[in-house]
């Protein structure tokens, strides 16, 4: 399989788990989710793959990791509030806090989509540590999530569901982090590297 077909699929396959809980199963609309994911998360990942691609040739790679992830972040949340109706101000009686944290899981739940498959294809040995670890814990999240859900009573589901949808995206920025990290350090060792070999071929002229 292509790495572009490997892309999508990660990310549909990550916006589908989710999507299937807060769109299929809190809203008993077991089959009705799987179209409107589509039409939503293909469009958004070919933009941010686009992103990825024009960012990889200005920057670092951490540095075009970061933005990028911020990017995808930033575009999922400003269709939550302009398209889903799911803004800050919808409720300003909502408690300060709550409202913080749901946002940032949105944000978090967004960029996780575009950020899964720039993360789980990159093969470098460099962060293969992270890539396994980043693994483990987003099929251990996913688990959870729907674990949770369907043991939940039925007046506890909602609220059950979200918090530990909100926790699984909200707890993957550890490791989107500690893989740009890693880059950091990679590219820093290699400009060094770049350089005691200029500096030792001046030395052989």
Do not use: H
């Given at each position: 399989?292509k ?56 920057l ?55 950020f ?55 707890g993957?920025n ?9 880059l ?22």
């Amino acid at each position: 399989m292509k790495r572009s077909l490997r892309f999508y699929w990660i990310g549909l396959l990550v916006a589908g788990l989710e999507e299937f809980i807060t769109q299929g199963v809190l809203k008993k609309t077991y089959g009705g989710w799987i179209i409107p994911t589509i039409v939503a998360f293909f469009p958004f990942l070919a933009l941010v793959r686009l992103i990825g691609w024009l960012l990889g040739g200005r920057l670092s790679e951490a540095g075009a990791s970061l933005i990028y992830y911020l990017s995808a972040g930033s575009i999922g949340l400003l269709l939550e509030w302009f398209l889903m109706g799911l803004s800050p101000w919808k409720d300003p009686y909502a408690p300060f806090p709550a409202m913080v944290l749901f946002q940032l899981g949105m944000f978090s739940f967004w960029g996780g989509v575009a950020f899964a498959p720039r993360l789980l294809l990159d093969r470098s040995e460099a962060v293969s540590r992270v890539r396994k670890s980043y693994l483990r814990f987003l099929i251990f999240g996913m688990a959870t999530i729907y674990a949770v859900t369907f043991a939940a009573p039925p007046k506890a589901q909602f609220a059950a569901s979200i918090i530990t949808v909100l926790s699984t995206f909200l707890g993957l920025n550890f490791f989107y982090f500690q893989y740009i990290r890693l880059l950091n350090e990679s590219g820093k060792g290699e400009a060094i590297a770049a350089s005691a070999s200029r500096d030792s071929s001046g030395c052989l002229r």
